[in-house]
């Protein structure tokens, strides 16, 4: 679930904060997040991922109010609750698609499971590429790498940041429908921010869509 009221960020001290209209995602629903380029969306996605504090407002993330934890404590809350497909997809050049999934048992202090990791990377239909580094991997692979990634703890929130960006039609329809089925498995509440039409037509079948609209 998501809850926020109020919510405002500022980027530095004495400038105008950004402000967002308040949502209400209950767990498992889905949430479309529209605006231009710079109204805001990689901001609202990083406040939901405790990656930044608000300047103002109430934000419940997966049940826990957000904006009081300190470094440690948010970035555990952050592995085992938070799923993030970020733009960038930030794979680590020197470990094989593997080793990266593994990071994350690392960083919410779980030892590692590698049935699990194979598990996920068979869910995204990439287990052969397993033993593989990013540079060896398509654009389309590694974002399904980063998409199992993002899924492998169970997380109770998927967070995707414009991820059809600079796929074409059928790949882009793929990436949406793997992205559905992702949260779906782990019953997590699904937010994909985008400005790319295609998405926002067939999110539209979605029952119960809500949609956060920061142009208005
Ligand atoms: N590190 C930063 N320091 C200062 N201002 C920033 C910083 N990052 C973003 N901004 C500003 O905050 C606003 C929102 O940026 P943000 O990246 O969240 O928008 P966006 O909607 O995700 O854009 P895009 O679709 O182009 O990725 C913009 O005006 C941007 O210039």
Redesign the pocket.
Known sequence: MIRTRGLSYR??EG?EP?RFPDVDLRQGGTLLLR????????????LMAGLRSPAGGDLFVASTQLGTQRGAEIDAWRARCVGFLP?KLHLSSALTVADNLALVYFAAGQPRDDAAIARALAQVGVAELAGRRPHQLSGGQAQRVALARAVLLQPQILLA??PTASLDDEAAADALALLQASAAACDASLVI?T?DQRVVQALAAVPGLQQLD?NA
């Open positions: 980027y530095a400038s950004l605006g231009r380029s710079g109204t805001g969306k990689s901001t609202w996605l990083a733009q940041d414009e921010a400005h920061l």
